[in-house]
């Protein structure tokens, strides 16, 4: 039976909180902050409207794997053992 550790989860939270302090700060904008354009869309615009969404989508998949029910971890585990 899995068991989810509070701590664990806090410490994940605090390292997606990072993650996107240091996405949104000076070296990755500077990285992205280019005269080039992809499809006439500025490369830093686009880094904002690809990155944004792809950073909630992986926030949604951690919070989805940590609400998910006791039975279908189980469940998952026995499928593997098999």
């Known amino acids: 039976m899995k068991t989810t550790n509070p701590e ?6 605090v390292l997606c909180f990072l993650l996107g302090l240091v ?7 500077e ?7 992809i499809f006439g869309i ?4 686009l880094y904002f409207m690809l990155g944004w969404p792809i950073s909630i989508f992986v926030i949604y998949l951690f919070t989805r794997q940590i ?7 189980d ?4 499928k593997g053992q098999e």
């Open 75 to 78: 469940a998952d585990s026995e």
């Open 8 to 13: 664990r989860i806090k410490e994940s939270w």
């Open 31 to 37: 990285i992205f902050n280019k005269t080039e354009q």
């Open 42 to 45: 500025p490369i830093l615009v």
């Open 67 to 73: 609400d998910l029910p006791e039975s279908a971890t």
């Open 23 to 29: 996405m949104l700060n000076f070296p990755f904008l």
